[in-house]
């Protein structure tokens, strides 16, 4: 079971670009990463998945290096509204949801 | 599109009482998972439909919980008799295909249970 290692929380100013580095050191060879937000009060909401190299959509980037053992989710510019709790998750999505450990997630915190 | 959605948001209840909280999942979504989070600790998996059969129910901590989805639709997971331990967060999630890689998981808002 590959589980993942992240900062507890994190402060960020409005307008900052905000890296979270996300430690998998058991990542299997069929294994994605992704990462959830969660609000208060709200289940967790899917940002972006990636396997390798370099992901970007609308809200994040994912960057996961040759050795796939960590991953940093890059929030460009945030803003006050991305106050939430962010999981880093591996596993063989398809295969059993017993595959994916939340982990502690990182509570970020964005200050006006 | 609508979303999973969850009933009821907020459940009170005493210990030795029997409580259902029910799950209906993205119209279409075949994969349908239960999670827990109790006295703010982790997200645990509970258990996982693939339409209306149980592909996996590892997670399920014990005979007390019972989860069914009748017809591959909606779910619904049962606590008789509920215990203290049992107060948390009880979040359902679906996604649309089975044995796809890239398959997200869409959740619910959870219904938070209070076991008193």
């Known amino acids: 079971l590959a589980k993942t290692t992240q900062p507890i929380s994190m402060d960020s100013y409005e307008g900052q670009e905000v890296n979270i580095t996300c430690s998998h050191n058991?990542?299997?060879?069929?294994?994605?990463i992704t990462w959830y937000q969660q609000f208060p009060s709200q289940g967790p909401r899917f940002i972006i998945q990636?396997?390798?190299t370099k992901v970007t959509n609308e809200v994040a980037s994912l960057f996961i290096p040759a050795d796939r053992k960590s991953s940093t989710l890059s929030l460009p510019r945030v803003s006050l509204s991305d106050t939430a709790v962010y999981y880093c998750l591996v596993g063989a999505l398809g295969t059993g949801a017993n595959n994916l450990f939340f982990g502690t997630g990182t509570r970020l915190t964005v200050i006006p | 599109e609508a979303g999973v959605t969850q009933f009821p948001s907020h459940s009170v209840i005493e210990k030795g009482q029997t409580v259902t909280l029910r799950c209906d999942p993205i119209s279409g979504h075949d994969n349908l998972y239960w999670y827990r989070r109790v006295m703010g600790k982790e997200i645990k998996f509970l258990l996982h439909?693939?339409?209306?059969?149980?592909?996996?129910e590892s997670g399920m901590p014990n005979n007390r919980f019972l989860a069914e989805r009748t017809g591959g639709t909606y779910s619904t997971l049962k606590v008789q008799p509920a215990e203290l331990e049992d107060s948390g967060v009880y979040f359902c999630?679906?996604?649309?295909?089975?044995?796809?890689?890239?398959?997200?998981?869409?959740f619910g808002p959870g219904t938070r249970l209070l076991v008193l």
């Open positions: 439909f693939v339409k209306e059969s149980k592909q996996d």
């Open positions: 990636g396997y390798k």
């Open positions: 999630a679906s996604s649309q295909a089975v044995g796809d890689y890239q398959e997200t998981q869409y």
């Open positions: 058991n990542i299997a060879t069929n294994d994605y």
